[in-house]
Nanobody
Framework: QVQLVESGGGLVQPGGSLRLSCKTS????????INWFRQVPGKEREFVAG????????YYADSVKNRFTISRDSAKNTMYLQMNSLKPEDTAVYYC?????????WGRGTQVTVSS
C-alpha cells in the first residue's frame, strides 16, 4: 500500500522560507508525476507546482512562480517544495499528490501559516 506523508509545515513570518517534504512509502518506480496543491477553508484545492518524471518538466501556479521550487529525491522516495518569500496569502493546508501507473495518491496535508 503506497502512502504519502507530508512534513515541514508550520508558522513563518512574511518574507520567510519553509521546505515541505513528502515521503512516499512503498515503491515509486511507477510514478509519473509529483504535485503540490493547497487549500484554504471555503475554497477549492488549487494546484501549486508539479514535476513530470519523464523529461523532468516543472509547472507552477502564477502566484508562486519564482518563489517556490518543486523537486524530488528518487533515492529517498521523497518530494520537496521549497517556499521562499512567503506571503500571508500562502497560508493554507498543503497536500502532496503523486500520479502512478495504477492511480493517484494524496497525502493528508500539512498546515502552513504565514503571519507576523
Amino acid at each position: 500500500q503506497v502512502q504519502l506523508v507530508e512534513s515541514g509545515g508550520g508558522l513563518v513570518q512574511p518574507g520567510g522560507s519553509l521546505r515541505l517534504s513528502c515521503k512516499t512509502s512503498g515503491s515509486s518506480l511507477n510514478s509519473y508525476a509529483i504535485n503540490w496543491f493547497r487549500q484554504v477553508p471555503g475554497k477549492e484545492r488549487e494546484f501549486v507546482a508539479g514535476n513530470r518524471q519523464k523529461g523532468g518538466a516543472t509547472y507552477y501556479a502564477d502566484s508562486v512562480k519564482n518563489r517556490f521550487t518543486i523537486s524530488r529525491d528518487s533515492a529517498k522516495n521523497t518530494m520537496y517544495l521549497q517556499m521562499n518569500s512567503l506571503k500571508p496569502e500562502d497560508t493554507a493546508v498543503y497536500y502532496c499528490h503523486e500520479d502512478f501507473s495504477f492511480g493517484e495518491k494524496w497525502g493528508r496535508g500539512t498546515q502552513v501559516t504565514v503571519s507576523s
